[in-house]
């Protein structure tokens, strides 16, 4: 019995932690030391990322950037009007297929049984 006592009280030692004399003044020095500088921080911060800025800018417009994305949108209409070519003749083959009233039903659900995968999945996430 007196071991059950003795158990008890040392979880009670371990449970509170000591009071420490100086912790008002430790935790004022501490925040005196976090809050000092702040403005000056900022302030260097955002000088820091204006200069950034401006450098970044200047190099874009000596780049001749924007020619060069007007190059790159031509290329990519040319490949994609190219893949549509290619994809007419297949798309022509769907139309001739039979879209009854059955086909829009199982079409809606595999939705819903779609929908109920990516839910259960959600949830298990969480």
């Given at each position: 019995?007196?071991e059950?006592?003795?158990e008890?009280?040392?979880?009670?030692?371990?449970?509170?932690?000591p009071?420490?004399?100086g912790?008002?003044?430790?935790a004022?020095?501490?925040?005196q030391?976090l809050?000092?500088?702040?403005t000056?921080?900022?302030g260097?911060?955002?000088?820091?990322?204006?200069?950034?800025?401006?450098v970044?800018?200047?190099?874009?417009?000596?780049?001749n950037f924007?020619?060069q994305?007007?190059?790159?949108s031509?290329?990519?209409?040319?490949?994609?009007?190219?893949?549509?070519?290619?994809?007419?003749?297949r798309?022509?083959?769907?139309?001739a297929?039979?879209?009854?009233?059955?086909v829009?039903?199982?079409?809606g659900?595999?939705a819903?049984?779609?929908?109920?995968f990516?839910?259960?999945?959600?949830?298990?996430?969480f």
């Amino acid at each position: 019995m007196a071991e059950l006592e003795f158990e008890r009280r040392l979880e009670r030692l371990f449970n509170e932690p000591p009071a420490l004399s100086g912790e008002g003044a430790f935790a004022a020095l501490v925040e005196q030391k976090l809050n000092r500088g702040w403005t000056l921080r900022r302030g260097i911060i955002g000088a820091a990322g204006l200069v950034g800025g401006v450098v970044g800018a200047s190099q874009l417009i000596m780049s001749n950037f924007i020619e060069q994305v007007e190059t790159a949108s031509k290329g990519s209409t040319r490949l994609i009007e190219m893949g549509m070519s290619q994809w007419a003749p297949r798309l022509e083959m769907l139309s001739a297929l039979p879209a009854g009233s059955s086909v829009v039903w199982i079409a809606g659900g595999m939705a819903v049984l779609a929908i109920g995968f990516v839910v259960t999945r959600v949830l298990e996430e969480f």
